[in-house]
């Protein structure tokens, strides 16, 4: 493993993942020791309206992977109009390679708690939800915890720390479907229903939860509300880049040294990250890579200095998505990492419009054939034309993002898929595996 230069290290800005490594920081009396709630103090003496104004100026974009700006959307609730609105803290964090909302609930809950009580005041919700992966027991369990001291302490509950304000905080725990992690879907799933996506426009910040005005926001970009109430828009500006800004979580995995997450400045590039991760695994050198999590299109080792935010991946050819840049190597396989890929899209389609249910069905009964080495040419025409007809066709994203790993390697690496079809690499599943592929 080699140690990354000081100038790599520089990049590093530790700002949600601070007290991350501080023993006990999910407990609140070591929480307000670490300028814990020091920023809703200062937010209830504020104007709601002056709070969505600064949450505007910092430029922060949803962390939960379309990067929509966040100010813009708080603005959208429509004030005086008699209904309530809520808060919905979107912690489902189902994207494969995505591992940074986690371990922010679990090793430093109470910033997410702090960001949802100054959110809420800020669109004047008097409840708020934070919808939890089934999976994530461990996280739910600091999160209930850290509720209930929360509430123990009086900041949440009735007039908080004497402000007039209220607020009620539900943790409610999935039940493990990586669709309920789509705005809409989750807000059925939270209303009881079966989590299917919802028709959009109307957006969720007009008719929402119980058809109510209701922000939906991902944990990283709630926890991010009391820093920039606390070091102000333009501190914040000083990170990132003009319209990305701040820093962000990147979870590396896959053929590096040292995987975990590494918040750095938005704009940083693979090559740095790689070199924060101690370099590549011994033997192996980068073939493909993820910016953002399965559902963003493979870069490649051409990629190595792309700036990696919003608008530097889309350049690239990419989207920044969730920031899960999965690692693999001249020792991996694209075509094979494509169907398993595709495999879980199967499994997890919801079934509600045709073209993700039928194509993403067919496409990985075509990989299994490919991968059997009893693909044919004309295969390689049908995965593109099946694409085509999902992409920009479906209900939700899903179905979009299930095609971009095989559109993205059809076009960097469309030998390997013509070397099993050709008979220059080795069938990679076997007859048994291959029953129900043609
Ligand atoms: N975090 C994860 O685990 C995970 C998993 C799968 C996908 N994703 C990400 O999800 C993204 C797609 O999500 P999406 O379909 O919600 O994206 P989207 O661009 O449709 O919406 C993003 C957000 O902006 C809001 N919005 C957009 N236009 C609006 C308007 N005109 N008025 C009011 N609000 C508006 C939406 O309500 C939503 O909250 C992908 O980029 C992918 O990276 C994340
Ligand atoms: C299939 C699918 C799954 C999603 N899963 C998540 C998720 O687990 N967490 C998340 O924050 N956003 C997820 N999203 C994006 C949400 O729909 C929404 O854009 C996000 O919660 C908005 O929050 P933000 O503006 O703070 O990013 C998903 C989108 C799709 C299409
Ligand atoms: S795109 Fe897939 S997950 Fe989304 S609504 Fe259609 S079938 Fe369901």
Redesign the pocket.
């Known amino acids: 493993m080699t140690a990354p230069r000081p100038e790599t290290l520089a990049k590093l800005t530790p700002v949600l993942t601070k007290r991350w490594l501080s023993p006990d920081a999910w407990r609140i009396g070591t929480y307000e020791k670490l300028d814990g709630y020091a920023a809703l103090r200062k937010a209830l003496k504020a104007h709601p309206d002056d709070l969505i104004q600064l949450i505007k100026d910092s430029g922060l974009r ?1 962390r ?3 990067g ?1 700006p966040t100010g813009l ?1 708080w603005g ?1 609730i429509p004030q005086g109009d008699g209904k309530p609105h809520y808060l919905v803290v ?1 912690a ?4 494969p390679g ?1 591992c940074k ?1 986690l371990p922010l609930m679990t090793h430093d809950p109470h910033s997410l708690v702090e960001g949802v009580i100054i959110a809420s005041y800020a669109i004047r919700a008097n409840r708020a939800y934070i919808y939890i992966r089934g999976e994530a027991v461990h996280a739910a369990r600091r999160l209930r915890n850290a509720v209930r001291e929360a509430y123990a302490k009086g900041y949440l509950g009735r007039n908080i720390q004497g402000s007039g304000f209220d607020l009620d905080l539900v943790v409610h725990s999935g039940a493990g479907a ?1 669709i309920c ?3 809409t879907a989750l807000l059925d799933s939270l209303e009881g229903f079966r989590g299917q996506p919802r028709l ?2 109307p ?3 007009t008719h929402g939860l119980y058809a109510s005005p209701t922000v ?1 926001n ?1 944990v990283g970009t709630i926890a991010s509300v009391p820093y920039i109430v606390l070091g102000g828009a333009d501190w914040w500006k000083t990170m990132g880049t003009e319209k990305s800004s701040g820093p962000m979580i990147y979870s590396l995995s896959g053929r590096i040294a040292n995987p975990g997450q590494f918040e750095c400045s938005m704009g940083i590039t693979l090559r740095e990250l790689i070199e924060l991760a101690g370099g590549m695994q011994p033997g192996h050198n980068l073939k493909f890579w993820t910016p ?2 399965s ?2 299109p493979l870069l490649t080792a051409e990629h190595l200095d792309v700036p990696l935010d919003f608008e530097g991946v889309a350049a690239a050819g990419s ?1 920044l ?2 920031t899960a840049t999965q690692i693999f190597s001249d020792q991996d396989c694209p075509v094979y990492a494509t169907y398993r890929w595709l495999e879980f899209y199967h499994h997890e389609s919801c079934g509600k419009c045709t073209p993700c249910r039928e194509g993403n069905y067919w496409m990985v009964r075509v990989y299994r054939r490919i991968l059997a080495g009893q693909g044919t040419h004309e295969d390689l025409d049908t995965l593109l034309d099946t694409c085509d007809n999902i992409l920009g066709r479906s209900f ?2 899903l179905g979009d ?1 299930a095609t971009s790993s095989v559109t993205s390697s059809l076009k960097y690496f469309k030998q390997d898929y013509l070397d099993y079809i050709e008979g220059r690499t080795a069938p990679k599943l076997s007859e048994k595996q291959l029953v129900g592929a043609h």
């Open positions: 949803g939960g992977g379309a929509f959307k959208f979107n489902d964090e189902g994207e995505t909302d990586y992690g789509e705005e959009r426009p957006f969720p910040a939906v991902n953002g999590g559902s963003t989207i998505g969730t939700c994203g993002g």
